[in-house]
T-cell receptor
Framework: GAVVSQHPSRVICKSGTSVKIECRSLDFQATTMFWYRQFPKQSLMLMATSNEGSKATYEQGVEKDKFLINHASLTLSTLTVTSAHPEDSSFYICSARESGSSTEAFFGQGTRLTVV | RKEVEQDPGPFNVPEGATVAFNCTYSNSASQSFFWYRQDCRKEPKLLMS???SGNEDGRFTAQVDKSSKYISLFIRDSQPSDSATYLCEFAQGAQKLVFGQGTRLTINP
């Protein structure tokens, strides 16, 4: 089945620094990718929808200047957490669906971000 | 009204019981339906697609009722290894995926 690779799987950074998370579709093209955040014992929360070649669509309450999304190719989307603070510590997961397909979404392995 | 409504649980049931999950959706444009399983600190993984005629895979059965706009997942003879969070997903074309908030399930031996 299709594979989505997310990197890094775990990152610890200092408060005030920026962290970039990559999401790659390895064997299919994804016009659209999705970024989620999940706090402990809580559900997945959609942050934004990443569109190849255009601006991302952010969910209400998600700061676009803090969570920068770039979807420069059909196989790569990146999420940059800028000026990270401890409250940004969370599990970030991307997902992608093959362009033009009605099949299920495939998830990356997730990135556990800890801001100290 | 939320696009997807899913009871967050938690559900705590004894081993061997039958478990039922439901998700309701509001958008009639929803075309594809799926159930995912998420283990603690892991990414969600596809459990079952939900076909219009319903489908069954071992102890798991999935159904959709488009007139009432809900999908169901049943787990028969539940096992402790079934303990996880179960999420429903609705797809509207390739551009929009909507997930339920997930239901936490614990099967007690």
């Amino acid at each position: 089945g299709a594979v989505v690779s997310q990197h890094p799987s775990r990152v610890i950074c200092k408060s005030g620094t920026s962290v970039k998370i990559e999401c790659r579709s390895l064997d299919f093209q994804a016009t659209t990718m999705f970024w989620y955040r999940q706090f402990p014992k809580q559900s997945l929360m959609l942050m934004a929808t990443s569109n190849e070649g255009s601006k991302a669509t952010y969910e209400q309450g998600v700061e676009k200047d803090k969570f920068l999304i770039n979807h420069a190719s059909l196989t790569l989307s990146t999420l940059t957490v800028t000026s990270a603070h401890p409250e940004d510590s969370s599990f970030y997961i991307c997902s992608a669906r093959e362009s033009g397909s009605s099949t299920e979404a495939f998830f990356g392995q997730g990135t556990r971000l800890t801001v100290v | 009204r939320k696009e997807v409504e899913q009871d967050p649980g938690p559900f705590n049931v004894p081993e061997g019981a039958t478990v039922a999950f439901n998700c309701t959706y509001s958008n009639s444009a929803s075309q594809s339906f799926f159930w995912y399983r998420q283990d603690c600190r892991k990414e969600p993984k596809l459990l079952m697609s939900v076909y219009s005629s319903g489908n069954e895979d071992g102890r798991f059965t999935a159904q959709v009722d488009k007139s009432s706009k809900y999908i169901s997942l049943f787990i028969r003879d539940s096992q402790p290894s079934d303990s996880a969070t179960y999420l429903c997903e609705f797809a509207q074309g390739a551009q929009k995926l909507v997930f339920g908030q997930g239901t936490r399930l614990t099967i007690n031996p």
